[in-house]
């Protein structure tokens, strides 16, 4: 596709539920993070794969989040047992791995844990 | 661990005023500084990298590695210049622990 997709767009779930958000990189590219931005805050590092690898889990902020990425393709993060606080926008980008190092970031899913 | 700060939160200038969004950095080596942009109901998307040296929309920034400083810089802001900027570091060219700063909302005010 032309740029990075994020799907769902728009994610609503109770609290304790498990989701499941998906993200399609730019053909190509070797590079995916995860990032979580809260209403009226920046962005915080989730996590960031190298090819199918994740070389830095560092900001995956508890146990109840993980993370994969096959194909070099497709990621998809997973929040277990959803909580309020994890209510906010996931973004994902990607990039190609050395060279550009620029990252392109999809349109996000924004999630709300009632 | 390479930390990216902008100091102010909120920022609104005058139509035509010169404006200055902050950033510093520490890391020990040598970075890439990027600034990123986030118009209203749009993707984020890269504004300038420092490696590049270009001005685009008018927007310049200078890496100053004596003040550890990144700062953007253009000198007659516009209404659409109204967005959240950030200001992200990366460790080395191969993406490993890019960071973001916690981002300027710029306010150009009529």
């Known amino acids: 596709g032309a740029g990075v997709s994020q799907s769902p767009s728009n994610k609503v779930t109770e609290k304790g539920k498990d989701v499941e958000l998906r993200c399609d990189p730019i053909?190509?590219?070797?590079?995916l993070y995860w990032y979580r931005q809260r209403l009226g805050q920046g962005l915080e590092f989730l996590i960031y794969f190298q090819g199918n690898s994740a070389p830095d889990k560092s900001g995956l902020p508890s146990d109840r989040f993980s993370a994969e990425r096959t194909g070099e393709s497709v990621s998809t993060l997973t929040i277990q047992r959803t909580q309020q606080e994890d209510s906010a926008v996931y973004l994902c980008?990607?990039?190609?791995?050395?060279?550009?190092?620029?990252?392109?970031f999809g349109a996000g899913t924004r999630l709300s844990v009632l | 661990a390479q930390r990216v700060t902008q100091p102010e939160k909120l920022l609104s200038v005058f139509k035509g005023a010169p404006v200055e969004l902050k950033c510093n950095y520490s890391y020990s080596g040598s970075p890439e500084l990027f600034w990123y942009v986030q118009y209203s109901r749009q993707r984020l998307q890269l504004l300038l990298r420092h490696i590049s040296r270009e001005s685009i929309k008018g927007f310049t920034a200078d890496l100053n590695k004596g003040e550890t400083s990144f700062h953007l810089k253009k000198p007659f802001a516009q209404e659409e210049d109204s967005a959240m900027y950030y200001c992200a570091l990366s460790r080395d060219n191969y993406g490993q622990n890019f960071v973001f700063g916690p981002g300027t909302r710029l306010s150009v005010l009529p």
């Open positions: 053909s190509g590219h070797t590079a």
């Open positions: 980008a990607s990039s190609t791995l050395g060279g550009e190092n620029i990252q392109y």
